[in-house]
C-alpha cells in the first residue's frame, strides 16, 4: 500500500512557523499565565476539549481513591473554566484569570446556589495556584467543610502539579513555543528557546529576570498545534479523499455493506488513517478520541482503545503507539 501514502507533513510544517520580529500578539499565542493550564499529556485543545481533558487526568489521579465529586455543567459559554464538585466543596479554576478558588455550595446543579464562605477567619482562598495554596494552609476552615477541603486541596494540588509537569514537558519537546520581549516592553518579539528559558524566573504578569539580570516582558506561549485538533482531523480526511481516493473506497465499502458496531466503524476509520499516515500520527490520540465521539457518541474509551491498538496491529503503524499516553483506568 505503499502508493497510497500521501505527504503528512502539510499541516505540521505549519508548526515551525516563527513570530520572531513582530510587534503584534499574534491571534493563536496565550499569555503564559493562562497557557500553563492548557497542557496535560500534550496541548488540551481549548473548550470542552480542555474540559474533558482536566476531567480525565481526574479521574486518571482518583481513581483508586474513594471520593465524592464531579465536573460540573459548564456555567460560562464565553471563557474556559472548570467547577469540580468535591463533597459540600467546589473547586473552580478559571484560565483568563488563571486562578484557583474554592467556595461552598448547597445544590451544585444551581448556579445561582453558590452558598458561604468556608472560612471563619477572613477571605476564601483564591488567586493564583502559589497564591490559592498560600491561602489554604492558613485559613482555617469552618467545621461543616472541612473534611470536603482537604480533599479538594488535595485535589487542587494534584491538578497543579499536573499542569506544571505538562507545561514544562510542552516546553521542553517544543510542544509548547515562547515568544518574548526581551530587554524592552517597547522590544520585537523574539523566540525563546528551552536552554534559554531555563535560566529564568518569573517575576511578575508576563516578565521573567535571567540570572545577570537580563529581562523578558510580555511572554507569550504558542501551542504546537496551530490549528484546532478536529478541524486537523477532518482536514487530514478531506485532502486523503483528494489524494487517494481508492483508499477511501477501500475501507468505506464494507462499512456501507455491514453492520459493524460502533468499534468495528472506530476501527476501519482509524486503520484509514494509519493507512494514509503510516510513519506519523496526524493528531494526539486524545484528539483523535474526541473526533471518534462525534461520529460514534456511544464509544467508550475502553472501545476506542481497542479499535486503537487492533488498527495498529493491521497496519504495522507503530508511530501511533507514541501519539500520546492512554490515560489511566
Not at 160 to 173: K, M, P, Q, T, V
Not at 245 to 262: G, H, N, S
Not at 278 to 305: N, Y
Request: glycine residues 6%; neutral net charge.
Amino acid at each position: 500500500m505503499g502508493d497510497a501514502r500521501i505527504d503528512n507533513s502539510w499541516p505540521l510544517a505549519q508548526h515551525d512557523q516563527c513570530g520572531e520580529g513582530t510587534k503584534e500578539i499574534a491571534s493563536d499565542w496565550l499569555p503564559i499565565e493562562q497557557a500553563q493550564f492548557y497542557f496535560l499529556s500534550g496541548w488540551a485543545g481549548k473548550g470542552q476539549s480542555w474540559r474533558d481533558a482536566v476531567a480525565r487526568t481526574i479521574e486518571g489521579t482518583w481513581c483508586r481513591v474513594s471520593l465524592d465529586w464531579e465536573v460540573l455543567e459548564r456555567m460560562s459559554e464565553d471563557k474556559d473554566e472548570v467547577r469540580i464538585r468535591v463533597g459540600n466543596v467546589c473547586l473552580i479554576i478559571e484560565v483568563p484569570t488563571a486562578e484557583f478558588s474554592v467556595m461552598s455550595t448547597t445544590n451544585p446543579a444551581d448556579e445561582m446556589d453558590w452558598g458561604e464562605t468556608i472560612v471563619d477567619n477572613g477571605r476564601t482562598p483564591s488567586g493564583s495556584p502559589d497564591q490559592f495554596l498560600k491561602q489554604f494552609s492558613i485559613a482555617r476552615i469552618k467545621s461543616k467543610y472541612e473534611a470536603s477541603a482537604i480533599n479538594a486541596l488535595r485535589l487542587a494540588e494534584s491538578l497543579i502539579d499536573r499542569f506544571a509537569f505538562g507545561f514544562e514537558s510542552a516546553l521542553r519537546n517544543g510542544d509548547a513555543i515562547i515568544f518574548a520581549r526581551a530587554g524592552s516592553p517597547l522590544a520585537a518579539f523574539e523566540r525563546i528557546k528551552f536552554d534559554q528559558w531555563r535560566y529564568f524566573r518569573r517575576r511578575g504578569l508576563g516578565t521573567a529576570e535571567g540570572p545577570h539580570g537580563e529581562k523578558l516582558y510580555s511572554i507569550h506561549i504558542k501551542p504546537k498545534l496551530t490549528e484546532k485538533p478536529l478541524e486537523l482531523v477532518k482536514g487530514f480526511e478531506a485532502r486523503l479523499a483528494e489524494t487517494s481516493p481508492e483508499l477511501v473506497k477501500q475501507f468505506e465499502a464494507p462499512l456501507a455493506k455491514t453492520r459493524l458496531d460502533t468499534k468495528g466503524h472506530c476501527a476501519s476509520w482509524l486503520r484509514r488513517l494509519m493507512e494514509a499516515s503510516p510513519d506519523r500520527a496526524i493528531a494526539p490520540k486524545d484528539c483523535l478520541h474526541a473526533q471518534a465521539l462525534e461520529q460514534w457518541p456511544k464509544l467508550s474509551r475502553r472501545a476506542f482503545d481497542s479499535a486503537w491498538d487492533f488498527a495498529i496491529q493491521q497496519t504495522g503503524a507503530s508511530s501511533w503507539a507514541k501519539s500520546g499516553p492512554r490515560p489511566k483506568s
